[in-house]
């Protein structure tokens, strides 16, 4: 599953960095080097463009094997209720946006832990946002990145977010 995850970050021309990874309206395709898993996850709000840019670092996540896409979690304009299966953490996120409904749909890649580390001790953020307003979330330490859950205003054009991080044991 390498080969193609890597194709597509050298087809796609997508760099880990921590500077803003999309223009307004545009895909955008983001992956953490090997071994590692989202840390932090930052937007903000365009009304203009009713649209966000978006950015993500990432921190070592020890012994990551089997990463797997989890293709299109949300259709526009609908809610985003996602979590990696079993014990796995979000290393890669996906997005494209459509100007007739003025939002997002996202893809995430989720790679499993191998050997005895299991998730544990999961915990559910309140809203990190509010509508139109700039979102910064830092995963805890010693906590990964299991989920993001996300409700979308029709009046702002505009998501909020919801993240759940997970320690391991």
Known sequence: MMFPTAFLLL????AVTSSYI????KPFLFLCPLGES????ESYHS??????????TCQQTPQLFNCQWHNKVNNFKAPISFQCQHDAVITGVSSY?????EDR???FLCCSLQGS?????????DFVNDWDQRLTFRVPIRHFLKGVYS???????????????CSIQ
């Open 22 to 25: 999309n223009k307004f309206d």
């Open 97 to 101: 946006h459509r100007n007739r409904p």
């Open 117 to 125: 580390p299991y998730l544990a001790h999961c915990v559910k953020t």
């Open 47 to 56: 009304n203009y463009y009713e649209d966000r840019r978006y950015r993500f």
């Open 151 to 165: 409700t979308y205003s029709r009046y702002y054009k505009d998501r909020r977010w919801q993240f759940e991080t």
């Open 105 to 107: 749909e996202f893809k």
């Open 11 to 14: 087809s796609l021309g997508a």
């Open 38 to 41: 989202i840390a932090s996850w």
